[in-house]
């Protein structure tokens, strides 16, 4: 059995691991020319720290994560205003809670790959002919390949959901927030940040800085606008909607690298009815974005390709996997998406007054009990569709 995989992220690098351990020849294209260097840090929980134990490449994740003591809220002079014990957060999880840039996910996940998988950079789908018997996947340089199933894991963005199943705009739905991620340098900032994941205690935009193991300083942003536009120059976006925050955000702005060097995009979900047809499957992003209000893309990404991926091991045919896949995971990333979506307001708050009561629920965290509820509320339900080793 053959599988063409298209996009060398976090879901389709995780779905090329597991088809590959179970026997299929595995292609996976990526329209980037090499490994994206951009990204933020993500916290990694839940389906997927499960489904990563399993694969074997947990141990890999572990060693290149960062130990990250709370969540700190400070004022424009640096004041510490409110927090989130992460060691808090992490007992609610039962300890199966680590963070890590998503760079060095990817790098990791790549690294686990055997030898037999194929990573082609710099090209991607051109056009999709699914039959009952096959797929065909006509390439941007030309070539085309034949396989039994096409994955399409190409991201919130993705090219094979718009072959197959049609135009962006039918299943993205914008949040109203853009976000961006940079690194840079600077020594002394690297230090003032370094353990705790700082954020700005602000309404409507916000910056974010953690200090890394190399010296440099992993800055985030987000901020709420209602038009989802995209900007042509993201450096000069950033610059310009997080000007006059106070404290170190300053320096941050002078230091934002250029726009190639910027990931930045729009906050969105994708929902789709289907995510399948004939041959060809969406997995992570292309087909259930959950949205960074959710804190779990990335593990929804790992854990659902290796739902997809047990599911083609056990039955009979490609379609009957693929109807499986989507009746066990659907309903988990709806869920999902349903909590991120009703955390909005208290991931940015749009006004003082939410500001306040953020602080006031974060304070509240220190209480027993209260930690493991919002840990709930944060995260929503646990499942057991991945279930652990």
């Not at 499960?50 to 004022?75: K, N, Q």
């Not at 702005?253 to 994708?270: G, H, I, K, M, T």
């Not at 499986?324 to 708050?349: D, I, S």
Request: proline share 6%; hydrophobic share 45%.
């Amino acid at each position: 059995m053959k599988a063409v995989i298209c996009g060398a992220g976090i879901a389709g690098l995780a779905c090329a691991q597991r088809l590959d351990t179970l026997g299929w020849d595995v292609v996976v294209l990526e329209k980037a020319p090499g490994p994206r260097a951009q990204g933020y840090m993500i916290d990694f929980f839940g389906p997927g720290y499960d489904a990563a134990e399993d694969m074997g490449v947990l141990p890999a994740l572990l060693d290149v994560s960062y130990r990250v003591e709370e969540a700190a809220y400070r004022d424009a002079r640096g004041r510490r205003r409110a927090g989130l014990s992460y060691e808090r957060f992490a007992d609610a999880l039962d300890g199966r809670l680590f963070s890590i840039m998503r760079p060095d996910l990817e790098r990791a996940l790549r690294a686990h790959l055997r030898p037999g998988v194929e990573l082609r950079y710099g090209t991607g789908p051109r056009a999709v002919d699914d039959t009952p018997d096959g797929v065909r996947v006509t390439l941007t340089d030309g070539t085309a390949l034949d396989a039994d199933l096409l994955v399409g894991a190409d991201g919130i963005h993705s090219t094979v959901r718009e072959l197959v199943f049609g135009p962006e705009d039918r299943f993205l739905r914008y949040l109203g927030f853009h976000t961006a991620a940079y690194l840079f340098t600077d020594p002394g900032l690297r230090d003032a940040v370094a353990g705790r994941f700082n954020l700005t205690d602000t309404a409507g935009r916000q910056m974010g800085f953690y200090g890394l193991r190399d010296g440099r300083v992993a800055a985030f942003t987000v901020h709420r606008t209602p038009d989802p536009s995209l900007p042509a120059d993201p450096r000069a976006a950033v610059r310009r909607a997080y000007a006059g925050l106070g404290w170190i955000t300053p320096r941050a702005l002078d230091l934002c690298p250029p726009s190639d060097e910027v990931y930045y995009d729009q906050v969105a979900q994708v929902t789709m009815d289907r995510w399948s047809h004939g041959r060809t499957v969406l997995l992570g992003d292309a087909c259930y974005a959950v949205s960074l209000l959710a804190g779990q893309g990335a593990s929804l990404a790992v854990a659902g390709a290796h739902v997809l991926a047990r599911h083609l091991e056990r039955a009979a045919s490609v379609p009957a996997a693929l109807d499986g896949y989507e009746r066990a995971w659907h309903p988990v990333t709806v869920g999902k998406q349903r909590v991120a979506r009703n955390a909005a307001r208290w991931f940015l708050p749009g006004s003082p007054w939410e500001l306040l009561l953020r602080r006031i629920a974060l304070r509240a965290t220190a209480l027993p009990g209260v930690d493991r509820y919002v840990a709930t509320a944060l995260v929503g339900k646990p499942t057991t569709v991945v279930p652990r080793p």
